[in-house]
């Protein structure tokens, strides 16, 4: 494992322990040592990521109670041979429609929302693909825990246009991927989804 994401993952650990801990101690030293610890898991991060401690602090803040994984959520739509690709104005480069899941939503309907929003179609969710985690595929290093779920979509309406999120969307086959946002999506994955739709089957995860 890169060294860099060996220690990012036991800073990820450290942040979790410390949580849990602030959330549950009563006792005035525990909360304490669990402070102190969290301090680590910050000084761990900013110094493999190169994040800014100010910024770090803001996201550690919006974290309350028991950590858990965040959930990203992605949209599987074929047409023929061909899968649909939003170019991310953030970085320019590819990856299927969607987003982090949206709390009130469930997540179909967050799915749905992010389809028309990233690529204008119309569509409904069919069927889970998958649920993976994300250090066990080759994604960069990532601050938070993150699951993704993959679902497959089928057009019903709309059209294809840009948002506010991507620049371009279009189609594509196997072999004529654009670059893609890896920290979105790996080359792996959209490769899984082709076989998927080849070879139907139950879901996959992990």
């Excluded at 429609?97 to 389809?115: F, H, I, L, R």
């Excluded at 893609?180 to 992990?206: C, H, V, W, Y």
Aim: net charge negative; hydrophobic share 35%; charged share 25%.
């Amino acid at each position: 494992m890169n060294k860099k994401y060996k220690w990012l993952d036991i800073a990820q650990q450290l942040q979790s322990i410390a949580q849990a801990g602030l959330t549950y101690t009563e006792n005035k030293y525990d909360v304490e040592r669990y402070e102190q610890i969290m301090e680590l898991s910050k000084n761990i991060i900013t110094d493999f990521s190169s994040m800014p401690m100010e910024k770090l602090n803001t996201i550690f803040d919006l974290e309350n109670g028991y950590l858990t994984p965040k959930v990203d959520v992605r949209a599987v739509i074929f047409r023929g041979e061909k899968i649909l690709l939003v170019k991310e104005t953030i970085d320019g480069k590819w990856s299927l429609p969607g987003g982090w899941a949206d709390v009130g939503m469930t997540p179909s309907e967050v799915m749905e929302k992010e389809v028309i929003e990233e690529s204008g179609l119309v569509v409904n969710v069919e069927k889970l693909l998958a649920v993976f985690d994300k250090k066990c595929h080759p994604h960069p290093p990532e601050i938070y825990y993150v699951y993704k779920m993959f679902f497959l979509c089928k057009e019903v309406g709309g059209g294809l246009k840009t948002g506010i999120e991507t620049s371009e969307t279009g189609f594509y086959g196997i072999n004529e991927l654009p670059e893609l946002s890896t920290n979105r999506n790996t080359k792996s994955q959209i490769e899984t989804m082709f076989d998927l739709k080849a070879n139907p089957g139950p879901t996959l995860f992990d």
